[in-house]
């Protein structure tokens, strides 16, 4: 596949994920932490447009000068921009401006690709690539919680499936003790918190080849987990009682059985699918109360090689830092990873919601322990 071809069907991905929308759709913002969709498309879209076409393409008209005021997500080099809160509130431009916004980045994108590329650009548009897709897996969760959030439960697609593989009794893999290496390794693309890769000393672990079903959960529901403090953290209790905790998110009990709202509407809950939708604390929690724990990144990568793995973002009990040598590129490159390396924990593998050729066993997500609109699920370590 050519760039051209390749960049054609990253930006058409992101639109065909909008296709169900209805207009209004586009818009909500019912969370900080969710952005509306319309600004998804017109975000990625600045991207390419800031970072390539601008200080690379002869001649390149910006298509607003104000977009980058509206479009800019957290890059301080790049100038002022929209509180992330008030992404909601731009009611303009208007969803078809955006659409039109797309349509022209991308003709002069393909001007421009159809030239030779220094080294140097080429390492940016394939940033690029990778950082819509990040987006399109964001596009796809915001969607979800903004429809969940709607009390009509709203069907996004029939089509889309949130659970591929059946949970059974899990087996656990032995790992043995040693010295491995972690972090990527190879020529192919990588983020930058993926490197340098370098040793670590493990104790002997054992693994679940398997996520915790929604079945086990429902098991910690019931045997009163939510109101036990003796399984969570002091923080995480706090979070659970201030924000009435008692199940994973999108999960209602309804007549006294139990729902979840999945992108096919409000279903009755698969038992046998792994939970999904929950943060930090409650995976702690759980494997608290299972007299386990939750598995290092470290051991995760070692492991991974053993089970099947990219149905949820796995929660581990690592702090989101810097690998030994990591350094930051210079310029507004340069703050796509390494500012937010801060009060974060670690999630390893992938989830439904992630685009295909955009996982691997070294790539390393994060987020605040609080947090759980994405798919995200728990594996145990004993």
């Known amino acids: 596949m050519t760039l051209v ?3 054609l069907q990253i930006r058409k991905y992101s639109e065909q994920i909008c296709e169900p929308l209805q207009t209004e759709d586009y818009v909500v913002q019912p969370v900080a932490d969710v952005s509306p969709p319309k600004w998804h498309l017109g975000h990625t879209t600045w991207f390419f447009e800031t970072f390539i076409l601008k200080p690379y393409a002869i ?45 022209y980045v991308d003709e002069a994108m393909v001007k421009f690709l159809a030239a030779p590329l220094k080294d140097e650009v080429e390492e940016l548009l394939i940033l690029g690539f990778n950082h819509e897709q990040q987006h399109q897996e964001l596009l796809l ?14 069907v996004y697609s029939k089509e889309k499936k949130e659970a591929t593989v059946n949970q059974t009794a899990s087996d656990f893999i032995d790992i043995p003790e040693g010295i491995y290496e972690i972090g990527y390794e190879g020529s192919d693309f990588s983020f930058d918190n993926e490197l340098n890769r370098h040793k670590v000393y493990l104790h002997d672990f054992s693994i679940s080849k398997t996520l915790v079903s929604n079945a086990e959960f429902l098991e910690f529901i019931n045997a009163g987990g939510y109101k036990n403090f003796n399984y969570w953290h002091a923080e995480g209790w706090d979070w659970v009682n201030s924000n009435h905790i008692t199940s994973p998110m999108y999960w209602h009990l309804i007549d006294g059985a139990w729902f979840n709202y999945t992108l096919g509407g409000l279903l009755p809950i698969d038992l046998n699918a792994p939970v999904s939708h929950i943060s930090y604390y409650e995976a702690y929690a759980f494997a608290s109360w299972k007299g386990m724990r939750l598995p290092t990144e470290f051991e995760w990568e070692i492991a991974a090689k053993s089970f099947n793995w990219g149905e949820r973002w796995e929660w581990t009990e690592s702090a989101y830092l810097p690998y030994p040598g990591f350094s930051k590129a210079p310029g507004a490159i340069g703050e796509y990873n390494g500012k937010f390396m801060v009060n974060q924990k670690v999630l390893r593998g992938a989830s439904i919601a992630t685009p295909e050729n955009h996982s691997r066993i070294t790539y390393r997500n994060f987020f605040h322990p609080h947090l759980r609109w994405q798919y995200t699920g728990i594996r145990l370590v004993k």
Do not use: H
């Open 5 to 7: 071809e390749e960049y």
């Open 59 to 103: 001649n390149y008209q910006v298509y607003n000068e104000e977009y980058n005021f509206v479009f800019n997500s957290y890059y301080e080099t790049v100038g002022n921009r929209v509180i992330r809160t008030n992404r909601g509130n731009l009611s303009r431009p208007g969803v078809n401006e955006i659409y039109q916004y797309r349509s």
């Open 141 to 154: 969760t915001d969607i979800k919680y903004i429809l969940g959030n709607n009390p009509l439960f709203p």
